[in-house]
């Protein structure tokens, strides 16, 4: 009853925002036939979410003079293949959050919403960390309980404005509220003007503690140049608890084709060093991923795409392109998906 109450309330929204410009109604709707060769194990799908994440969501701003202004924004995340959502304990679990912003000043953001240091290696990704080449499954917690890898519960965030002649900068702090893993302190700064943009970015997560270390920090650098005949894209990201490193780094391009086409390319390499927590080496649980991609724009809000990408793993490395079927540790993993987009 309380979902049909939620949805009930957006339909209300959409409503508004033909006599109210300042509330939208939006969304992505993204499905794609997909598959993936885990090891000696296949399986065909229908996935969600291939290029961009499927989503529903309303947001609003009011003007409230002198350059300073409120907003919301409430994004609720669902599969397209079974019409449930991706997440079970929340239902906004995209982005929940109420600022605001001076034109001056920037914006004070409150709420469930990215992490600095998510931004700072998923800007550089070339398939947007989504779909079968996705960077996002070389983003390991180490084996620990850190839950702040892509967004964080409990952020109170602050933006700069845009008028610093291309810095900016994001700094979050989200209070852990009692639950392991949920602790976040973090930042990113970066300089884009033109075709360049660059940034770095910094977190620390409490987790509990491993080899007496209880901090698990992440370190991103991120570069992209616009070359015009081509967007090329580098990040490196170290994910550290205690002895236990993982660093990894991706190179890609965005390739124009035509007028309406896009070619990805990208290739990411993860490098393991150290010890795990039960004081083994991980020095050979190496992986490299090659992935490619092509999108054919219909019009401004629908797109057909395709995607391959294979993973090659070292030693009990697991990387895989998607989660199902089971991998064995060392073992390869392909896949491929064609897909259609719309957004609204």
């Known amino acids: 009853m309380k979902k049909i109450v939620i949805l009930a309330a957006l339909a209300a929204a959409a409503g508004a925002a033909s006599a109210q410009s300042s509330v939208t109604l939006f969304g992505v709707v993204d499905a794609a036939v997909r598959q993936v060769k885990n090891g000696d194990t296949?399986?065909?799908?229908?996935?969600?979410?291939?290029?961009?994440?499927?989503?529903?969501?309303?947001?609003?701003?009011?003007?409230?003079?002198?350059?300073?202004?409120?907003?919301?924004?409430?994004?609720?995340?669902?599969?397209?293949?079974?019409?449930?959502?991706?997440?079970?304990?929340?239902?906004?679990?995209?982005?929940?959050?109420?600022?605001?912003?001076?034109?001056?000043?920037?914006?004070?953001?409150?709420?469930?919403?990215?992490?600095?240091?998510?931004?700072?290696?998923?800007?550089?990704?070339?398939?947007?960390?989504?779909?079968?080449?996705?960077?996002?499954?070389?983003?390991?917690?180490?084996?620990?309980?850190?839950?702040?890898?892509?967004?964080?519960?409990?952020?109170v965030t602050y933006l700069t404005p845009g008028n610093l002649g291309g810095l900016y900068a994001r700094l979050s702090v989200a209070a852990g509220e009692g639950t392991v893993g949920k602790k976040y302190v973090g930042g990113r700064l970066g300089y884009a003007a033109g075709p360049l943009d660059v940034s770095a970015a910094y977190a620390q997560t409490d987790v509990a503690a491993v080899a007496g270390e209880d901090k698990f920090k992440t370190t991103d650098l991120g570069a992209a140049y616009d070359f015009g005949i081509a967007k090329v894209l580098f990040y490196?990201?170290?994910?550290?608890?205690?002895?236990?490193?993982?660093?990894?780094?991706?190179?890609?391009?965005?390739?124009?084709?035509?007028?309406?086409?896009?070619?990805?390319?990208?290739?990411?390499?993860?490098?393991?060093?150290?010890?795990?927590?039960?004081?083994?080496?991980?020095?050979?649980?190496?992986?490299?991923?090659?992935?490619l991609g092509y999108v054919h724009n219909l019009s401004k809000r629908t797109a057909l795409y395709g995607t391959a990408a294979y993973v090659k793993n070292k030693g009990a490395a697991t990387f895989a392109v998607a989660t199902t079927p089971a991998l064995v540790a060392g073992q390869k993993s392909t896949g491929y998906e064609l897909g259609l987009r719309h957004s609204f």
């Not at 409120?70 to 669902?78: M, N, P, Q, R």
């Not at 914006?107 to 998510?118: C, H, I, K, Q």
């Not at 124009?256 to 990805?264: D, F, I, M, S, T």
Request: negative net charge; proline residues 2%; glycine residues 14%.
């Open 42 to 155: 296949s399986l065909s799908s229908l996935a969600s979410g291939g290029i961009n994440s499927s989503r529903l969501g309303v947001r609003g701003i009011e003007d409230l003079g002198d350059g300073l202004a409120a907003g919301f924004w409430l994004e609720h995340g669902l599969n397209i293949d079974t019409g449930s959502q991706t997440d079970a304990a929340r239902f906004w679990n995209r982005r929940a959050t109420v600022s605001l912003t001076s034109s001056s000043l920037g914006e004070v953001r409150l709420g469930r919403d990215f992490t600095p240091t998510y931004t700072g290696y998923a800007d550089y990704d070339p398939f947007g960390d989504n779909g079968v080449g996705a960077s996002s499954k070389f983003d390991s917690s180490l084996g620990t309980a850190r839950d702040t890898g892509t967004r964080a519960d409990n952020q």
């Open 236 to 291: 490196y990201r170290q994910s550290k608890i205690a002895n236990n490193k993982l660093g990894v780094y991706g190179l890609g391009a965005l390739v124009p084709v035509g007028a309406a086409g896009q070619l990805r390319v990208g290739y990411t390499h993860a490098n393991a060093s150290g010890t795990n927590a039960a004081g083994a080496s991980v020095d050979a649980n190496d992986a490299n991923q090659f992935a």
